[in-house]
């Protein structure tokens, strides 16, 4: 098991740079991001699940495209690391060249979602269960591991070094990073949906509606767990979770987005925004807004209060696809269109306001990342065949 110190290393980094920058904690107005070289490891860009990097450079104007690969559905989020993007589809693990779109692996597994951490990307996987970590760089096994039942979600590298996963049965695992072998184990009632962490925290939602916090702590013999501090029964599937330094915030299904305490009133309802979006799996945290793109259309609440910042709406038969964020600008597919939205809502008071919307290009989205001064968008459609297209 990794040494405890690492909590102030590795990707507890990555996690803070989701909230540096620019931006500050209560801010609603937002600033262009100025850094090119970004990456994007984690479906949600970090362990907290922000979905949103303050300092990275993405296109605020209508894009151009740097290239276009077919690559099978996807079947997942997309990552970026070391130059590289990683991409779960129906065919395989695929790793991509980032410059331009060379194939430089393909692994022969049936993931569902994938994250990369310390050179190696961990592939949860569909229909089968099991876990598989990859070699970033060749695509090398360096494990498999299996696992009670098959994944609806992503794996998760936390700051201590292991590597979080949860099954379809309602197995949380932490699994060590060079072998696969459980660290810990959790039992949760129903399914696991999605996954957040915060430094020593992991919160995990489920299926059947419920939200837990997980303190990790290592005992003086050495070992490892996971201790439940508390559970919440929220009103629905729980979509997404995303964690910050005093709160979580949740999207379920069917039942909006809702703020839960952390430390002395923790898994307390601080707020609950009952009319938010049904989001696909991600909800974006950026300085003092939640937001997230559902059937109904694209909105923000502010993080302290749950007050409705502003709201884009669409045809309600309209999927939608995860929402990222970048600077000062949102994104999501929503119907068969890529949309660009100002973070913090465009001109106006409330929810009546205008340029909200920056650009709309027609392409169906299932998933985006931005990482090296571009947006990484998997489509259905990139030259008549499912893929990839960068747009900077």
């Not at 990859?134 to 992503?154: I, K, L, Q, S």
């Not at 997980?214 to 490892?224: N, R």
């Not at 999501?332 to 919307?357: I, N």
């Not at 709309?360 to 931005?370: F, I, K, N």
Request: with cysteine.
């Amino acid at each position: 098991m990794p040494s405890r110190r690492r909590l102030l290393s590795g990707l507890a980094a990555v996690g803070a740079a989701g909230l540096a920058g620019c931006v500050g904690e209560g801010a609603t107005s937002f600033s262009p991001g100025r850094q090119s070289n970004t990456e994007w490891p984690l479906p949600g860009h970090g362990p907290r699940a922000t979905n949103y990097v303050a300092e990275a450079v993405a296109p605020r104007t209508p894009p151009t495209e740097r290239w276009r690969v077919e690559t099978g559905l996807a079947v997942g989020r997309p990552v970026v690391a070391d130059g590289t993007v990683f991409l779960p589809t129906e065919d395989g693990t695929v790793a991509l060249a980032m410059r331009d779109g060379g194939e430089r692996w393909r692994g022969g597994d049936a993931p569902y979602g994938v994250a990369v951490a310390d050179g190696v990307a961990f592939v949860t996987a569909r229909d089968e269960p099991l876990v598989t970590a990859y070699e970033a760089d060749t695509g090398e096994v360096r494990w498999r591991a299996e696992t009670a039942a098959d994944f609806a979600t992503a794996p998760l590298p936390i700051a201590d070094g292991s590597v979080v996963v949860g099954d379809t049965g309602g197995r949380v695992a932490a699994l060590d990073p060079r072998s696969g072998e459980p660290v810990w184990t959790f039992e949760t009632f129903t399914g696991v949906y999605s996954l957040a962490a915060r430094d020593d925290r992991v919160y995990v939602g489920t299926t059947g509606g419920e939200a837990y916090e997980l303190h990790v702590v290592e005992s003086e013999e050495g070992e490892v767990s996971g201790v439940p501090l508390w559970r919440r029964k929220l009103p629905g599937t729980v979509r997404a979770l995303t964690a910050t330094r005093d709160a979580v915030y949740a999207s379920t299904f069917g039942g909006g987005f809702l703020r839960l305490a952390t430390g002395p009133s923790a898994g307390r309802t601080e707020w609950h925004a009952a009319g938010a979006p049904t989001v696909t799996d991600a909800l974006v945290r950026a300085g003092g807004v939640v937001a997230g793109a559902g059937p109904d259309g694209v909105a923000a609440y502010a993080a302290a209060d749950g007050a409705e910042r502003w709201r884009a709406t669409s045809d309600r038969s309209a999927p939608a696809s995860p929402s990222v964020a970048a600077g000062d600008t949102l994104y999501a597919g929503v119907g068969d269109s890529l949309r660009a939205y100002a973070l913090g809502g465009g001109v106006g008071v409330g929810p009546y306001r205008v340029d909200t919307q920056r650009w709309r290009l027609d392409l169906p989205v299932r998933g985006a990342a931005v990482a090296d001064g571009a947006l990484v968008v998997t489509s259905d459609d990139v030259a008549d065949a499912p893929g990839v297209v960068v747009l900077e």
